[in-house]
Protein backbone atom coordinates (compact mmCIF):
# COMPACT_ATOMS: atom_id res chain seq x y z
CA UNK A 1 0.00 0.00 0.00
CA UNK A 2 1.45 3.36 -1.20
CA UNK A 3 0.12 6.58 0.44
CA UNK A 4 -0.32 8.83 -1.91
CA UNK A 5 -0.50 13.28 -1.79
CA UNK A 6 -4.88 12.27 -2.78
CA UNK A 7 -5.05 9.47 0.47
CA UNK A 8 -3.46 11.88 2.66
CA UNK A 9 -5.67 14.89 1.97
CA UNK A 10 -8.81 12.10 2.42
CA UNK A 11 -9.50 11.08 -1.19
CA UNK A 12 -12.17 8.51 -1.79
CA UNK A 13 -11.34 7.46 -4.96
CA UNK A 14 -9.19 4.25 -5.69
CA UNK A 15 -6.95 5.37 -8.33
CA UNK A 16 -7.76 3.52 -12.12
CA UNK A 17 -4.91 3.65 -13.12
CA UNK A 18 -3.17 2.04 -10.14
CA UNK A 19 -6.20 -0.75 -10.07
CA UNK A 20 -4.43 -1.55 -14.25
CA UNK A 21 -1.32 -1.34 -13.49
CA UNK A 22 -0.16 1.83 -14.90
CA UNK A 23 0.15 4.62 -12.54
CA UNK A 24 2.62 6.66 -12.93
CA UNK A 25 2.19 9.71 -10.18
CA UNK A 26 2.97 7.41 -7.51
CA UNK A 27 3.68 8.95 -4.34
CA UNK A 28 1.64 12.20 -6.06
CA UNK A 29 -1.39 10.77 -7.07
CA UNK A 30 -4.19 12.25 -5.99
CA UNK A 31 -6.58 9.24 -5.49
CA UNK A 32 -5.63 5.97 -3.61
CA UNK A 33 -3.66 3.58 -3.98
CA UNK A 34 -5.44 0.74 -1.76
CA UNK A 35 -7.76 -2.43 -1.80
CA UNK A 36 -10.97 -1.15 -1.28
CA UNK A 37 -12.62 -1.14 2.92
CA UNK A 38 -15.79 -1.24 4.70
CA UNK A 39 -15.77 2.60 3.86
CA UNK A 40 -16.04 2.30 0.03
CA UNK A 41 -18.65 -0.54 0.70
CA UNK A 42 -20.65 2.12 2.53
CA UNK A 43 -20.06 4.91 -0.08
CA UNK A 44 -21.51 2.81 -2.51
CA UNK A 45 -24.27 1.65 -0.51
CA UNK A 46 -25.00 5.27 1.01
CA UNK A 47 -25.01 8.01 -1.35
CA UNK A 48 -25.40 11.62 0.38
CA UNK A 49 -26.24 13.17 -3.29
CA UNK A 50 -27.87 10.10 -4.89
CA UNK A 51 -26.11 9.75 -7.66
CA UNK A 52 -23.90 6.38 -6.75
CA UNK A 53 -20.39 6.70 -8.08
CA UNK A 54 -18.13 3.71 -8.59
CA UNK A 55 -14.70 3.09 -6.34
CA UNK A 56 -12.61 4.81 -8.68
CA UNK A 57 -15.39 7.80 -8.70
CA UNK A 58 -16.51 7.86 -11.77
CA UNK A 59 -20.31 8.46 -11.72
CA UNK A 60 -23.36 6.34 -12.55
CA UNK A 61 -25.79 8.06 -15.05
CA UNK A 62 -29.15 8.78 -13.31
CA UNK A 63 -32.05 7.18 -15.04
CA UNK A 64 -33.57 11.29 -15.03
CA UNK A 65 -30.64 12.28 -17.05
CA UNK A 66 -32.04 10.51 -20.42
CA UNK A 67 -29.34 7.28 -19.62
CA UNK A 68 -30.68 3.81 -20.51
CA UNK A 69 -31.67 1.91 -17.25
CA UNK A 70 -30.52 -1.52 -17.20
CA UNK A 71 -32.23 -4.10 -15.87
CA UNK A 72 -29.34 -5.53 -13.76
CA UNK A 73 -26.99 -3.27 -11.72
CA UNK A 74 -23.52 -3.55 -11.17
CA UNK A 75 -23.42 -1.68 -8.42
CA UNK A 76 -25.60 -3.98 -6.50
CA UNK A 77 -23.88 -7.32 -7.98
CA UNK A 78 -20.76 -8.95 -5.45
CA UNK A 79 -20.24 -12.13 -8.50
CA UNK A 80 -18.38 -12.33 -10.98
CA UNK A 81 -18.51 -14.48 -14.17
CA UNK A 82 -15.36 -15.48 -14.93
CA UNK A 83 -15.48 -16.58 -18.96
CA UNK A 84 -12.07 -18.32 -19.18
CA UNK A 85 -9.53 -18.24 -17.80
CA UNK A 86 -9.01 -20.44 -15.31
CA UNK A 87 -6.88 -23.46 -15.56
CA UNK A 88 -7.91 -27.19 -15.83
CA UNK A 89 -7.86 -29.77 -13.01
CA UNK A 90 -9.87 -31.38 -10.62
CA UNK A 91 -12.48 -28.89 -8.65
CA UNK A 92 -11.16 -28.63 -5.45
CA UNK A 93 -7.51 -27.38 -6.93
CA UNK A 94 -9.61 -25.45 -9.11
CA UNK A 95 -11.55 -23.90 -5.91
CA UNK A 96 -8.16 -23.59 -4.25
CA UNK A 97 -6.22 -21.68 -7.19
CA UNK A 98 -9.90 -18.92 -7.26
CA UNK A 99 -10.08 -18.70 -3.39
CA UNK A 100 -6.33 -18.03 -3.02
CA UNK A 101 -5.94 -16.23 -6.32
CA UNK A 102 -8.79 -13.79 -5.54
CA UNK A 103 -8.78 -13.87 -2.24
CA UNK A 104 -5.24 -11.46 -2.95
CA UNK A 105 -8.40 -9.07 -3.57
CA UNK A 106 -11.04 -8.75 -1.01
CA UNK A 107 -12.72 -12.00 0.81
CA UNK A 108 -14.23 -14.78 -1.11
CA UNK A 109 -17.82 -15.97 -0.15
CA UNK A 110 -18.21 -18.37 -2.72
CA UNK A 111 -16.57 -20.21 -6.13
CA UNK A 112 -18.89 -22.14 -8.18
CA UNK A 113 -17.85 -24.13 -11.71
CA UNK A 114 -20.23 -24.59 -14.47
CA UNK A 115 -19.58 -27.29 -17.74
CA UNK A 116 -17.85 -24.55 -19.71
CA UNK A 117 -14.32 -25.18 -19.19
CA UNK A 118 -12.31 -22.84 -17.79
CA UNK A 119 -15.42 -21.02 -16.22
CA UNK A 120 -16.05 -19.89 -12.92
CA UNK A 121 -18.43 -17.78 -10.75
CA UNK A 122 -16.72 -15.94 -7.69
CA UNK A 123 -18.76 -14.32 -4.98
CA UNK A 124 -17.07 -11.65 -2.95
CA UNK A 125 -18.21 -10.05 0.32
CA UNK A 126 -18.23 -6.55 -1.03
CA UNK A 127 -19.49 -5.77 -4.00
CA UNK A 128 -16.57 -2.77 -4.01
CA UNK A 129 -13.97 -5.81 -4.22
CA UNK A 130 -15.72 -7.29 -7.11
CA UNK A 131 -15.43 -3.78 -8.73
CA UNK A 132 -11.70 -3.59 -8.47
CA UNK A 133 -11.10 -7.05 -9.60
CA UNK A 134 -12.93 -6.30 -12.63
CA UNK A 135 -10.73 -3.40 -13.93
CA UNK A 136 -7.80 -4.95 -12.18
CA UNK A 137 -7.91 -8.33 -13.67
CA UNK A 138 -9.73 -8.42 -16.79
CA UNK A 139 -7.59 -9.74 -19.43
CA UNK A 140 -4.57 -10.15 -17.31
CA UNK A 141 -3.61 -13.93 -16.05
CA UNK A 142 -4.83 -13.98 -12.56
CA UNK A 143 -0.90 -15.16 -11.67
CA UNK A 144 1.90 -14.14 -13.25
CA UNK A 145 2.73 -18.19 -14.50
CA UNK A 146 -0.68 -18.30 -15.78
CA UNK A 147 -0.49 -18.55 -19.34
CA UNK A 148 -4.28 -17.67 -20.53
CA UNK A 149 -5.88 -14.07 -19.39
CA UNK A 150 -9.08 -14.16 -17.63
CA UNK A 151 -12.41 -12.96 -18.83
CA UNK A 152 -14.47 -11.22 -16.25
CA UNK A 153 -18.10 -9.56 -16.63
CA UNK A 154 -20.81 -9.15 -14.01
CA UNK A 155 -22.59 -11.73 -13.21
CA UNK A 156 -25.90 -11.56 -14.55
CA UNK A 157 -27.74 -14.26 -13.49
CA UNK A 158 -28.16 -17.04 -10.13
CA UNK A 159 -25.26 -19.51 -10.63
CA UNK A 160 -27.00 -21.78 -8.80
CA UNK A 161 -29.90 -21.72 -11.51
CA UNK A 162 -27.19 -22.51 -14.60
CA UNK A 163 -26.04 -25.46 -12.46
CA UNK A 164 -29.12 -26.28 -12.15
CA UNK A 165 -29.82 -26.52 -15.28
CA UNK A 166 -27.03 -28.04 -16.23
CA UNK A 167 -27.63 -30.60 -14.09
CA UNK A 168 -31.04 -30.67 -15.82
CA UNK A 169 -29.74 -31.16 -19.05
CA UNK A 170 -27.65 -33.81 -17.96
CA UNK A 171 -29.93 -36.16 -16.64
CA UNK A 172 -32.52 -35.56 -19.43
CA UNK A 173 -29.21 -36.85 -21.95
CA UNK A 174 -28.56 -39.58 -19.50
CA UNK A 175 -32.28 -40.68 -19.35
CA UNK A 176 -32.37 -40.37 -23.60
CA UNK A 177 -29.16 -42.48 -24.06
CA UNK A 178 -30.53 -45.04 -21.51
CA UNK A 179 -33.66 -45.55 -23.64
CA UNK A 180 -32.16 -45.73 -26.87
CA UNK A 181 -29.46 -48.34 -24.94
CA UNK A 182 -32.72 -50.38 -24.08
CA UNK A 183 -34.31 -49.91 -27.65
CA UNK A 184 -30.62 -51.69 -29.24
CA UNK A 185 -30.90 -54.08 -26.53
CA UNK A 186 -34.41 -54.88 -27.11
CA UNK A 187 -34.06 -55.17 -30.82
CA UNK A 188 -31.26 -57.81 -30.65
Not at 165 to 175: D, F, I, L, Q
Request: net charge positive.
Amino acid sequence: KVTTDGARRGAVAICLDWANGRCTRGALCRARHALPDRADENRLIHSADGVTQDIFGRPRAAPSEGAPVALFDPLACCTLHVLSGVPPGDQHARRRYLDEGFGEWGEVVKTWFVADPGAAFVKFKWRCSAQLVLEALHGRPLRPEDSEPLRLAWCTIDPSIVQAREAREMAYSAMREARERGRATQEL
